[in-house]
């Protein structure tokens, strides 16, 4: 009991808001590492990992039998599972990828705006023990390994104001990531020309363009990201 009750007091612990200036830092560093090329396929990992969970997330929830999740070096993933191919279920199932990592970085935003940044370390390694638990690629087991790794280290090394960093910095990461990856939807859809992407299956289930769906993707991570600013970032800033 004693132990479960230390862990919860971890968990629920708050910590001071960051300094304006060390909080600009990072999400200005964050804004860098989506926005830079060299940067941006390394952290896009993390984007495809919450984009994965979400369907996967989604899948449980309506009804439908989860049987495996590959992510990929190209920062590409699959999510498996078994049930009905069309009706809501499967719709919900392919809305929750692109729109997975903007509605986490919402909560993870809420989070940090009341100081439960180890609440949100313990939070993202929930996450990645139940992604472990369904990876079903090498390279995919490297991804979560390395991803909970860092957490870890992260969540016992560092003092409060540097897991508020870590907190912040990954916020940005995944709300301008998610805003990033469905504007670049569009142009792989038309490249490849496929047919596989997650807009053109909700095109075929809805009989809606799939245009539209890329737009619903990037409205709800443009809005999610708007809403992270108006939490993260100080009011006297926001509105000078």
Known sequence: MDLVMSLWSRVTQTSEPLGV????GSLALGVLL???PGTWHTVRHAVTVVHEGGH???????????????LHSDTSGLTV???PRTGLGMVITLLAGYTAPALAALGASWMLSRGYSAGLLWALLLVLA??????RNWFGLWVILVGAAVVVAVTWLAAPE??????????VVLALGALRASL???????RARSGQSDADQLARLSHVPGLFW???????????????????????LLTR
């Open 21 to 24: 200036p060390l909080l600009l």
């Open 34 to 36: 989506v926005v830079l």
């Open 56 to 70: 996967g997330l989604a899948a449980v929830l309506t009804g439908r039998r989860l049987t495996g999740i590959r």
């Open 81 to 83: 599972s078994k049930g």
């Open 130 to 135: 139940l992604m472990l638990i369904q990876i």
């Open 162 to 171: 540097w897991q508020l960093v870590f907190g912040h910095v990954l916020t």
């Open 184 to 190: 670049e939807l569009q142009t792989s859809r038309r």
């Open 214 to 236: 890329v737009f619903v993707f990037v409205l709800v991570a443009l809005a999610c990201a708007i809403a992270d600013a108006w939490m993260v970032v100080p009011q006297g």
